[in-house]
């Protein structure tokens, strides 16, 4: 079945330590993005990729880096520099080229600090 | 700047009772609208989306929305609630420009008491 798979699902990060979560995608999707969640708050953007090789900061890129290397992967690193990093982490994908196909998302992953 | 604004942070309703949360949006166009659900620790599902043409969408799980272009709100409903449906529902309008990045509401959270 055609999906998107994060993981791990949950992660734990000592201080001053970078950790990188995975998002993999089969769905042939061109576009995919990274979500954080916070209760209350809704899903902020923290970056997008609309193709390989590309990616652009969204709304909270500060302390978070990602690539693009292939297609179907999208892995974000959560750098020490980003001093609150407890939140659960969501990515999406979607097919590109028009705003009316809605995206899919993975089941996230919930990090928290040790 | 497209924006959603869901007016009601926690709705409860009886099981059996009728459901309607509520979702203004503002965009510059003929926005495209989608309702997303959202269990405890899981990612989000499509329940329904708005292009064009009927203004009534029928969704998964028995849910339904209706656009109303001249108050700028695509509300959800179901008439008969289930405590399976507790759970976050968002709203999201579909972005505009060449980024096409959706913009989200800040979420309903539903406590259906039995």
């Known amino acids: 079945d055609g999906g998107i798979t994060q993981s791990p699902k949950y992660l734990f990060r000592k201080e001053g330590q970078n950790v990188t979560l995975s998002c993999e995608q089969n769905l042939n999707h061109d576009a995919m993005y990274w979500y954080r969640q916070d209760p209350g708050q809704g899903l902020r953007l923290i970056y997008y990729?609309?193709?390989?090789?590309?990616?652009q900061k969204g709304d909270i890129a500060e302390g978070y880096s990602v690539s693009r290397e292939k297609k179907e992967s999208f892995p974000l690193t959560v750098t020490s520099a980003q001093k609150n990093p407890t939140a659960f982490y969501l990515c999406a994908s979607r097919t590109g080229g028009s705003s009316n196909q809605p995206q899919h998302f993975g089941d996230g992953t919930r990090l928290s600090i040790l | 700047a497209q924006s959603v604004t869901q007016p009601d942070i926690h709705i409860t309703v009886s099981e059996g009772a009728s459901l309607e949360l509520r979702c203004n949006y503002s965009?510059?166009?003929?926005?495209?609208l989608f309702w997303y659900v959202q269990s405890p620790g899981q990612g989000l599902q499509l329940l329904l989306k708005y292009f064009s043409g009927d203004t009534l969408v029928q969704g998964i799980k028995g849910f339904e929305a209706e656009f109303k272009r001249s108050q700028s709100s695509f509300n959800l409903r179901k008439p008969s609630v289930h405590w399976s449906d507790a759970a976050e529902y968002f709203c999201a309008v579909g972005g505009q420009g060449g980024s096409y990045i959706p913009t989200f509401g800040r979420g309903t959270s539903l406590i259906v008491h039995p």
């Open positions: 990729s609309q193709i390989v090789n590309d990616f």
């Open positions: 965009y510059g166009a003929t926005p495209y």
